[in-house]
């Protein structure tokens, strides 16, 4: 089955700097957390980053009319059920669920990083469903396209959480 490899090379990046993004802002925020540095500058930078993270977390997994959104890889709808199947089983969530998930992560994208709209300020989502979604985008991708060499994400995550923890401890 033919698959559009070129959009991959825009949807991977992304998905790599959500994971990157998130990364920073939970060290950050550790950091914050235990005092290890403490001020203004230092919470809008880790708020920066969960913000930006969230809208490029949108790119691939939010609006099917965005052109990089995950759907717009496979040209088989049964690729489409099996990699949302993934999700949803990895995840731990039912259809109705991951769809309440999807909103919520779209309307703290929509409502508080693209748009300000005080009178409907989100909650700020749990992201650690979003980093599985992410994860299992990449699986997925690794067994469309076999001959294909990508990172690890998780191994990404890490090493981005390492950097940003050994960058704070440096102040």
């Known amino acids: 089955m033919p698959y559009d490899l070129d959009i991959v090379k825009y949807q991977f990046p992304i998905v790599e700097e959500f994971i990157r993004l998130l990364a920073y802002h939970r060290a950050v925020k550790e950091a914050l957390d235990g005092h290890q540095v403490s001020s203004y500058f230092w919470g809008r930078i880790s708020d920066s980053f969960l913000k930006v993270a ?61 748009h300000l709209e005080p009178e409907k300020m ?21 067994t469309l396209f076999p001959g294909q060499s990508s990172p690890c994400l998780k191994a990404l995550y890490n090493g981005s959480f390492r950097e940003a923890k050994n960058d704070i401890k440096w102040l």
């Open 54 to 114: 969230a809208s490029e977390w949108c790119k691939v997994f939010g609006a099917e009319s965005n052109n990089t959104h995950w759907k717009k890889l496979p040209v088989d709808e049964s690729e489409k059920d099996s990699f949302r199947n993934k999700v949803l089983t990895i995840t731990n969530l039912k259809q109705e669920d991951w769809q309440k998930y999807w909103e919520e992560m779209r309307n703290f994208r929509d409502k508080l990083v693209a």
């Open 122 to 142: 989100p909650r700020t989502p749990d992201f650690k469903t979003a980093l599985v979604a992410a994860y299992t985008y990449c699986r997925w991708v690794r």
